[in-house]
């Protein structure tokens, strides 16, 4: 790692990671800074973002920020004019955060599993070597948190997948799944919620209305929810 | 109102964007050329942010269905009023009837219509500026077609002479402040961002090739043909927030672009961000052209971004004396 420390810390504006323990925080052009927490995808580390999020988002120089799986963007009102003083400012906030636990509400999401929607379940068993019926079982027995929002208006990002149902993306993407295929990315799970190009596995379909722009909030899920699927239909 | 008499696709209201829905996956949308958008919207004495019509695909004409002040920013699309040219960088007040059209620019990307008042559509979520890719905002989330009709806001019309006035276009007056290429290469200004030393030394053909901006590039981002950079083994990161200006490298080697209705969130290693201040300028990059990117740093993006304030300033401070002393004089 120390080599890539060294190139790093030798570019201004992009400085990277100083130890495995430290959080690494890079920029986006010159008002949005992102902080990534060192160690693995888990809960400790989503708590502890969610609490660096509450306490950056009242910054009066803040415009927007964005909490992200196990990281947060935090986008400025305008280029800062002291760069470093603001990184040092965001990595002791990140010393002193603790992690919290967000108070979400149960979500419960009703699904059909398997039937014409389900085009990956095959390649999904092929990968893990499970039956059709043991795949879906370990998805809708799954506890899942709601950890960050992003890709598309209200897309939720799920943390709580099976290890054993975990499956990579796709190198050839779906160029048109249906808004509300219920998909597995990785270590993720989430509800499609905008028909188009998706390199997320389908293994099910759910009716459920995950973003409304006439609502407050506009997005049906929120960091912190806990979801669960209901199998209201397994077709096999 | 006004009336769309002809368009292209992806002819859109916006206005400066949607903050505040990022964390909820909402791209901000807004002008991609957020500094045309402003301008225009001084120049018919409207506040900066009110919506406007961004127009890239052409020949587009409109009539007006009453009397109102109008200002054409942006690309310079020979515009016309009942056939009477305009110039460019110009507002100018127009009656019941008359029909502004547009012809494709023959440099730059986009125009923008802005009117004294603002366009009359209901914000949601805060902005009148069109999610395409979401369904909503701006005109029912969608791009303008033949025979939509717009209402525009009934504020004073601003004391504009008959035959109108403009401003110094951007690009002449701040010429000092952005970098120019003897051979039209877009210069555009980045800063290495977080994934940059994972590339090594390969990352320096980052900076020094040209990257032409393929025909599969819109609003939502750009993607760049040249020389590929690809890293060792292909690294996919955890899912992030990302804003416009972002510089990813997919597995392709090929760069992307985010633009206007970027992506909240990625997972693709970042070679650079563009600095802000160049984003208006990269807005207006054609389909086909070619650009490079130019390392820059914090204090250079801090230079350029207080010289375009102060030509913004220059512009509030001037445009409703101009405008009066012009009134009066016509009126001799």
Known sequence: MTFMQSNALSTPASISTVSAEEPKISVIGTAAYLIEAPGAFDLPAQRRIWALAHAVEPWPEVREIVPGVTNLLVILKRTPEEPEQFEARLRHEWDCARGIDLIGKTVEIPVTYGGEHATDLAAVCDFTGLTDREVVRLHWQGNYTV?????????????????????????????????????????????????????????????????????????????????????????? | MIEILQTGPLNTVQDLGRFGFRNAGVTSSGAMDW????????????????????????????????????????????????????????????????????????????????????????????????????????????????????????????????????????????????????????????????????????????????????????????????????????????????????????????????????????????????IDIDLWRLGQARIGSRIQFVQSSVTEALAAERAVQAYLEDIRRTVPMLAHALAAMSRR
């Not at chain 1, 208006?153 to 943390?159: A, I, K, Q, S, V």
């Open chain 2, 35 to 274: 500094l045309a958008l402003t301008i225009g919207n001084l120049l018919v004495g409207n506040g900066e942010g009110e919506a406007a019509l961004e127009v890239q695909t052409f020949p587009f004409r409109l009539r007006f269905e009453r009397g109102t002040t109008v200002a054409i920013t942006g690309a310079d699309c020979d515009a016309r009023l009942d056939g009477r040219r305009l110039p460019p960088w110009w507002s100018v007040p127009v009656s019941t009837g008359q029909v502004l059209e547009l012809d494709a620019p023959r440099r730059s990307a986009r125009a923008y219509l802005t009117f004294a008042g603002g366009i009359d559509i209901e914000p949601v979520m805060g902005s009148r500026s069109t999610s395409l890719r979401g369904g909503f905002g701006g005109l029912d989330g969608r791009f303008l077609a033949a025979n939509d009709r717009l209402g525009i806001g009934s504020a004073y019309a601003c004391a504009v002479p008959p035959g109108g006035f403009g401003v110094m276009p951007p690009e002449a007056a701040l010429a000092e402040h952005f970098p120019a290429s003897q051979d039209g290469t877009l210069l555009v200004r980045a800063i290495p961002a977080g994934e940059y030393a994972l590339f090594g030394a390969e990352a320096e053909r980052f900076w020094t090739q040209t990257w032409k901006i393929s025909s599969q590039s819109d609003r939502t981002g750009y993607r760049l043909a040249g020389e590929p950079i690809r890293l060792a083994s292909p690294v996919e990161l955890r899912s992030h927030g990302v804003v416009p200006g972002v510089v990813q490298m997919p597995p392709s080697g090929e760069p992307i672009v985010q633009m206007s209705d970027a992506n909240t969130a990625g997972g693709y290693p970042k070679m650079a961000g563009v």
């Open chain 1, 147 to 236: 950890v960050a929002l992003g890709s598309a208006p209200g897309f939720g990002y799920l943390h709580g997948l099976d290890p054993r149902i975990h499956m990579p993306r796709k190198t050839v993407p779906s160029l048109r799944m249906l808004k509300g295929t219920v998909t597995i990315g990785g270590m993720q799970t989430g509800v499609s919620v905008l028909t188009g190009p998706n390199g997320w596995n389908s293994i099910g379909f759910a009716e459920l209305q995950m973003f409304d722009p006439m609502k407050n909030p506009p997005a049906l899920l929120a960091p912190g929810d806990k979801v669960r699927f209901v199998p209201e239909r397994i077709e096999l």
